[in-house]
């Protein structure tokens, strides 16, 4: 059964950091480009991060540059995403989602496999 899991979430206060975690099972994760998106109550999807599937390139939504950092180990086949210098609006379910390549990285529609999320708060 191919399946991706997120970890890490949780509550954090602004300008703290989180690191989330995206392992995969079932199949091998190299063969992947994996995304980060998020979802806030109320509002769409929306692409966070991809990275290429050796990890030399790698892709930002302008509200996370500077501030985020996607990262990959094949040997643990497993996606990571840190996050630094959290602010309110960050607050969503981050979901993991793999694809053939980070060709329209933050399109939902390229993705074929999806995790089923994890809660990240940011409040004082």
């Known amino acids: 059964q191919l399946q991706l899991v997120e970890s890490g979430g949780g509550l954090v206060q602004p300008g703290g950091s989180l690191r989330l975690s995206c392992a995969a099972s079932?199949?091998?994760?190299?063969?992947?480009?994996i995304g980060w998106f998020r979802q806030a109550p109320g509002k769409e999807r929306e692409g966070v991060s991809c990275?290429?599937?050796?990890?030399?390139?790698?892709y930002y939504a302008e509200s996370v540059k500077g501030r985020f950092t996607i990262s990959r180990d094949n040997a643990k086949n497993t996606v990571y995403l840190q996050m630094n210098s959290l602010k309110p609006e960050d607050t969503a379910v981050y979901y993991c989602?793999?694809?053939?390549?980070?060709?329209?990285?933050?399109?939902?529609?390229?993705?074929?496999?999806w995790g089923q999320g994890t809660q990240v708060t940011v409040s004082s």
């Open positions: 989602a793999a694809s053939r390549g980070c060709i329209a990285p933050m399109a939902a529609t390229t993705y074929v496999y």
């Open positions: 079932g199949f091998t994760l190299d063969y992947y480009a």
């Open positions: 990275i290429s599937r050796s990890g030399g390139s790698s």
